[in-house]
Every structure is written in structure tokens, then in C-alpha cells.
């Protein structure tokens, strides 16, 4: 069973004929999504999900520790997370939060938009680890021309982080 969280439209008809009724959605609040949840206490057994594919979600969360944690438990034993967060420049080295910035506009200051509430550093694939997962940090776009990279929307120097359950 596939788990998308926050799903991008751009991606799910191609998804769904795929997997099929195998390829869940789940979001807190989009109308796209099949499974209105919270990803703080997902409502999936232990060991149930083969993949979870979380793009730019976890900066947004209150505590995405304990979110991270949630995908771990729901995970079959070596199956496997892509957990994407946005990196703004400069890049610090420890991720940055502070849970009593309630102003969007310092937020976006700090953060780099309104709606987060940290910015991720290079600390991001320990802090992955943190969760028990064993984390790959595949830097596959190097092989792209500056062309496909524009035409499939991908960042130069982007790095695919994915979390696989031990």
C-alpha cells in the first residue's frame, strides 16, 4: 500500500492507475485527499504501509518528530519513506525551530514562509535517524542536463531523502 500524505495533483491519476485501490491520500484538511488525518496519530496498524510519500509536509507540523516516529510504526519492516522538506539559503548547519513565533510575517522571515514553523538544516537526515529509520541521501539529479531538470521541476543540487525501516 502506497500512503501519500498531502498529495500533489500532479501526481495521483498516474498514481491511482498504478496501485490502484492500493494508493491511499490522506491530508488534515485538502478536499483532494481520500483520508482526513493528522499525521501525528495515523490510523493504520503497525507494519501495514509498503511506501510513504511526504513532500513538503513536515515543516509545517508541530512536532515532526513525533510524525516521523508515526511513519516508522506504520511501515512494514524494510519498506520506505520519501521525505522531502524545502532547504532555504543559507542552508544552517541544525534545523531551527521555535514553537512561540506566532507572526506570519517573522515566520516567513525566519522560516521562508508564513505557514512553517522551522527551517531545516543539515542536520535533516539525523534528525530522520532520530525516528529509528535508516536514511539514503540519493543525489540522482546530478545526472540531468540543466534542460530536464527545468522540465521536470528539479532542483540542481536536490537530495531525494529517503527513510527505510529497519
Not at 500512503?3 to 500533489?8: D, K, N, T, V, Y
Not at 524494510?78 to 539559503?89: D, T
Request: proline letters at 5%.
Amino acid at each position: 500500500m502506497v500512503l501519500h500524505i498531502a498529495p500533489e495533483a500532479c501526481f495521483m491519476k498516474r498514481f491511482e492507475r498504478q496501485h490502484g485501490k492500493h494508493y491511499i491520500t490522506a491530508d488534515i484538511e485538502s478536499p483532494l485527499a481520500k483520508i482526513k488525518m493528522d499525521i501525528h496519530k495515523i490510523p493504520f496498524e503497525p507494519n501495514t504501509i509498503d511506501v510513504i510519500l511526504c513532500n513538503h509536509v513536515l515543516e509545517h507540523v508541530e512536532d515532526d518528530q513525533a510524525a516521523m516516529r508515526e511513519f516508522n510504526r506504520v511501515l512494514k519492516p524494510g519498506a520506505w519513506a520519501i521525505l522531502q522538506v524545502p532547504f532555504f539559503s543559507p542552508v544552517p548547519d541544525k534545523t531551527f525551530e521555535d514553537n512561540t513565533m506566532t507572526d506570519p510575517a517573522e515566520r516567513e522571515r525566519i522560516f521562508g514562509q508564513r505557514d512553517h514553523v522551522r527551517k531545516y538544516g543539515k542536520d535533516y537526515a539525523t534528525r530522520i535517524s532520530y525516528a529509528g529509520f535508516e536514511v539514503m541521501e540519493d543525489d540522482f539529479v546530478t545526472i540531468f542536463s540543466d534542460e530536464d531538470l527545468n522540465k521536470f521541476g528539479l532542483q540542481k543540487n536536490e537530495i531525494i531523502y529517503r527513510a527505510i525501516k529497519k
